[in-house]
């Protein structure tokens, strides 16, 4: 442990921002791991798996001492849990321990040989790990937990371990012998400690569930339009899911919506809508509906079908999802606090473009309610007021304004008709469309004089 606390403080005073970096808590956990609690595994093991060679027990026991300890940290960064991690362990440590040693060599003896045969053995272990993350229910994805349920983890962690090494203790102090009896009465009574622990978790998820409000979140997507739903019945919908609009590899919905969703305890979605076909509003779908469990995908009927279109209904089919094509005037029963009316498009389309044919909808909860836009521009805004010209069904408290803020959409006539209270714009930081456009928000201003 002291090797580990100096060379932990070595790379600190070179770089102190390196204690954020993942490779090295995952090393240093999983080191600590190996030191504190490999013994105990090893004898448990050998205990119970009497037929299996020495080494493979050995192999075995740093690999589950290492994972017990990284257990927590690798779902708070990765949202998951290797099942086979101790198959791909046994079959690379052999290999990582040649590379270590080469490692160390080429640096002395610097030749193309030796670079050529490290070459060949990280490809090797690249393929056995690619391999085994290939093979289904090798990794189960879990939401992040909260800090609470990491700290009891370690904290039962830790007694257990303790315990166990403290009855294969012979010779035990006083103090020792004193823990031991502690242990052993909480052990006669460790169902009705469970019980307890259920009974408040219960009571919790009661308070939770019952003292909830509506509660709508709008995502950091970039130059794109994502937003979180959650009712008073803990009912769960995401309307749009944003995309990549620069043709770079990051996968918004891996890198961003994924994350965001399972840092909040969601594994499930009841509704999904998208307002148009656009990247920027649905390609984060494909890796929400690859990862997660939806009940409804809402669309409108399509004026022309583009590749996300074709990916997305195709993925949706394959996942047994249910696809609900709406129309103007069609209302979605949320729970019975909340409700979404569809105001637009109506079933014969008017306009040949993505954009003109955006979901318009008006989420209503109790006396509050929110206009979600899509990308709509003036001519459709334009024929939405003329339709609800002699109604409030565009009346709202929050209006999400159409098209990012662009100068096409935003129309005196549309924002005079809904009177919002407050609008939000959703945009990309220095995009490069220029958004929001300043004759947008000099009407919005106008809106509030």
Excluded: W
């Amino acid at each position: 442990m002291n090797n580990i606390c100096i060379a932990l403080l070595i790379i600190l005073i070179k770089n102190p921002f390196a204690i954020l970096d993942i490779g090295l808590i995952l090393s240093f956990a999983g080191t600590i791991g190996i030191v504190s609690i490999n013994n105990i595994v090893t004898i448990i093991l050998s205990n119970k798996l009497k037929k299996i060679p020495k080494n493979i027990i050995t192999l075995l026991s740093v690999s589950i001492s290492a994972q017990i300890a990284i257990l927590p940290i690798s779902i708070i960064f990765f949202n998951g849990i290797s099942t086979l991690f101790f198959i791909s362990n046994i079959l690379t440590s052999v290999i990582i321990g040649v590379i270590i040693i080469l490692g160390f060599i080429s640096i002395i003896i610097p030749i193309k040989p030796i670079f050529y045969l490290l070459s060949i053995l990280i490809s090797i272990l690249n393929f056995i790990v690619e391999s085994i993350s290939n093979i289904p229910f090798s990794y189960i994805t879990i939401t992040t937990p909260n800090i609470i349920v990491i700290i009891t983890y370690y904290i039962v962690i830790f007694l257990i371990f303790y315990y166990i090494k403290l009855k294969q203790t012979k010779q035990k102090r006083f103090t020792q012998m004193k823990v031991l009896k502690i242990f052993s009465k909480l052990k006669k009574k460790i169902k009705l400690i469970i019980f307890l622990l259920l009974l408040v978790c219960f009571i919790c998820t009661f308070i939770k569930d019952n003292f909830r409000e509506l509660n709508i979140y709008f995502i950091d997507v970039g130059q794109g339009e994502s937003s979180l739903i959650i009712t008073k019945m803990n009912k769960k919908l995401l309307l749009d899911t944003g995309g990549n609009t620069d043709n770079t590899d990051f996968d918004i919905g891996k890198n961003t919506l994924v994350p965001y969703l399972l840092d909040r305890g969601i594994m499930k979605l009841d509704f999904v809508i998208i307002s148009h076909f656009d990247s920027d509003h649905c390609q984060g779908l494909i890796e929400v509906i690859n990862v997660l469990k939806i009940d409804k995908l809402i669309i409108s009927k399509q004026c022309k079908v583009t590749n996300e279109y074709e990916k997305i209904i195709y993925l949706a089919k394959k996942k047994n999802i249910s696809i609900i094509e709406v129309k103007a005037g069609d209302e979605i029963h949320i729970d019975k606090y909340t409700s979404i009316e569809i105001l637009y498009p109506s079933k014969e389309l008017k306009f040949d473009d993505l954009n003109n044919n955006s979901i318009v909808c008006k989420l209503s909860y109790m006396d509050f309610s929110i206009l979600f836009t899509g990308d709509i521009e003036k001519e459709a805004e334009l024929e939405i007021v003329k339709k609800y010209n002699n109604t409030n069904k565009l009346r709202a408290n929050i209006l999400k304004i159409a098209h990012h803020g662009s100068k096409t959409s935003s129309s005196k006539e549309f924002l005079e008709k809904v009177k919002p209270q407050y609008a939000l714009i959703g945009v990309g930081k220095d995009n490069k469309f220029g958004h929001p456009n300043g004759e947008v928000i000099e009407r919005l201003e106008n809106l509030r004089s």
